[in-house]
C-alpha cells in the first residue's frame, strides 16, 4: 500500500474519533462521519489501484462505452489469438479491457497473452533465429492486420509497433523496423484471410469470453471443416 493511502486511513481513523467526541456538541448528523469515511477510503483505494492503472482502467472503462470500440478491440486481439496459434504460440489467456486484465491480475493492459519463454531467452543469449523472430513479428503485426483486413485501416497497434522495434532494436537492427512491419502485417493479413471462418467464429467465441482452451478448440475445428470442404 502506497504512503498516500496509509496517510488517507490515519487521517479516516483520526475523523471518526474526532466525531464521535465532538458530534453530539455539533449537533452533526450520524450520517455525516459515515459519509465522510467513505469518501475517504474511496480515495485510498483509488489511490493503491494507480499502481496497477487506475488510470488506463478508467479511460479504457470511458472510451469502452462505445460498441464500435469495443467491436474493433474485440477483433484486433482476436488477429493475435488466431495468428499466434497458427503458428504455434501458446495462448495463455486473453482480456478484452483494462478491467478485465486488472481482475486477472495482469498488469491494466488488455490484450493476448502469448507463452514467450523461448523468445526470452533466445533473445537473453543474444541469438535470435530468423524464423523466431519472423513468427512473433507475426504475431504482434496481426492485430493491425486484422484491423486492415475488416475495417480498411487500423485505430490501434502502438505497443504492437513497440514491441517488434524493441525486439529489433535489442538485435542491433532497428533501421529494419519499417520493412519489417510491413513484412510481418502482410503475413498476418494473408493468414487471416485464408483462415476468415475460423477467424469469423474466434470473434464470436472471444466475446463469449470462452476459455482460452475453447477458443482454440474453435479454430481447430473450422480448420477441418475448410481441409474437408476443399476436398
Known amino acids: ?43 485510498a483505494t483509488l489511490d493503491n489501484l494507480s499502481s496497477a492503472g487506475a488510470g488506463t482502467i478508467l479511460m479504457d472503462w470511458l472510451e469502452g462505452a462505445s460498441p464500435e470500440r469495443r467491436e474493433r478491440v474485440l477483433r484486433h486481439e482476436a488477429g493475435h489469438f488466431l495468428v499466434a496459434h497458427l503458428l504455434g504460440i501458446r495462448v495463455t489467456g486473453y482480456a478484452l479491457n483494462a478491467w478485465e486484465a486488472f481482475r486477472q491480475g495482469q498488469s491494466a493492459q488488455g490484450g493476448v497473452r502469448f507463452e514467450d519463454e523461448e523468445l526470452a531467452g533466445q533473445l537473453q543469449s543474444g541469438v535470435l533465429s530468423s524464423q523466431m523472430l519472423d513468427r512473433y513479428c507475426t504475431v504482434w503485426m496481426a492485430g493491425i492486420a486484422a484491423e486492415n483486413f475488416v475495417y480498411g485501416r487500423a485505430g490501434g497497434g502502438a505497443e504492437d509497433r513497440q514491441k517488434l522495434r ?4 535489442q538485435l542491433r537492427r532497428p533501421e529494419g523496423a519499417a520493412l519489417k512491419e510491413r513484412w510481418a502485417c502482410l503475413q498476418a493479413r494473408t493468414l487471416i484471410e485464408s483462415h ?3 477467424y469469423e467464429a474466434l470473434v464470436a467465441g472471444m466475446a463469449q469470453r470462452l476459455p482460452v482452451a475453447e477458443c482454440c478448440q474453435v479454430i481447430e475445428r473450422h480448420r477441418r471443416e475448410s481441409a474437408a470442404n476443399s476436398v
Open 196 to 198: 476468415q471462418p475460423a
Open 166 to 169: 524493441a525486439v529489433l532494436a
Open 1 to 43: 500500500m502506497s504512503k498516500t493511502a496509509i496517510n488517507l486511513i490515519a487521517i479516516t481513523i483520526f475523523a471518526l474519533t474526532a466525531s464521535s467526541l465532538l458530534g453530539p456538541l455539533f449537533n452533526l448528523p450520524p450520517a455525516v462521519p459515515a459519509v465522510a469515511t467513505f469518501v475517504i477510503l474511496g480515495l
